[in-house]
């Protein structure tokens, strides 16, 4: 049950300035982020709808963490992953976002996250593995080398973004783990905590909390696969799923569990929230495909946010959401209609 909504809340061409300081780092194809700021100069808060002009103006996050968490994001390394992509805006990655926890409108992690707190935040290592136990976060990122990965987001609902994350590879922490030779999938959760999120104090929701994910092992393993702690190379925030969440670009941005508090490896396939919830609609693979429709819309094609009131900004949806030369070996012999 995704909800399907839309434009309700879609970001809007004024919000095309990506942070500053942060570009002023980093210099992604001046020409085309020239274009884009001049195609934003041409929509004027008159001509914004009310709801866009709330989203413009609507402060950045306060964010939580640790001081030693915050220097180690600053001190995340810069990779070659996707700098030819356009970030979107900061206030579009932080501001419209599924985070069901807190609400089913786009606007509704940003307006209820302050209530999460996340640190202390410790995570728990369970199941077909040598080192089981809880492992502070402090101690799981312990030696880590964080780095910038820009990735593009695609939503399952067709609209995608280009996100710049601090974290690292989550093969780093499976390593340490270590998997017996049976474990061949490893399943995450969020927090449960029905104080902080009031979805899971709702009588009403259709979810079986708390949300679950999982991935088969080489898929986890793949460097591709990430932990982030970061965005815009300060900490994540809590509408983003601070302090530790899963990204995996490839796949709907279901797949990207946030809030992580435990991992365990497993035998079997885990169970996971939206493969339980809607079966024929959200399959336990979710890898992007533009070749396999949704039920209920297809998946061809998606809105790359921000998109607004000149241009609904629709690109054409890629095969492994553009990451096929890395991780189609993975797939080689499966029918993806079958597993989708
Ligand atoms: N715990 C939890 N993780 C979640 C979700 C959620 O509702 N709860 N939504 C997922 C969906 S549908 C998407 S598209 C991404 C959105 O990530 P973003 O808000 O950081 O862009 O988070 C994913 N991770
Ligand atoms: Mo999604």
Known sequence: ??????????????????????????????????????????????????????????KEPALAGPD?????????????????????????????????????????????????????????????????????????????????RIYRLRCVEAWSMVIPWIGFPLADLIKRCKPLSNAKYVQFQTLEDPKQFPEQRSRFSTIDWPYQEALRMDEAMHPLTILAVGLYGEVLPNQNGAPLRLVVPWKYGFKSIKSIVSLRFSETQPTTTWSVLAPKEYGFYANVNPDVDHPRWSQARERRLPSGLLSANRVETRMFNGYADEVSSLYKDMDLHRFY
Do not use: H
């Not at 995704?2 to 500053?20: A, H, M, V």
């Not at 180690?72 to 356009?86: K, L, N, V």
């Open 68 to 148: 030693w968490l915050k220097q180690q994001i600053a001190s995340a390394r810069e990779t070659a992953y996707g700098t030819d992509d356009i970030p979107a805006p900061y206030s579009a990655i932080t501001n419209y976002n599924n985070f069901y926890e807190f609400g089913y409108d786009k606007d509704d992690p940003a307006r209820y996250a302050n209530k999460l707190t996340t640190d202390p935040w410790s995570v728990e290592i369970a199941g077909a593995c040598e080192n089981p136990g809880r492992l502070s976060l402090e101690d799981l990122l312990k030696g880590i080398d964080l780095e910038e």
């Open 1 to 58: 049950m995704l909800i399907f909504n839309p434009r309700r809340s879609d970001p809007k061409p004024s919000e095309i300035t990506p942070k500053d300081t942060y570009l002023n780092r980093r210099s992604f194809m001046g020409a085309s982020i020239g274009t884009a700021l001049g195609v934003s100069a041409v929509v004027t808060a008159a001509t914004m709808s009310l709801p866009a002009l709330a989203l413009a103006t609507r």
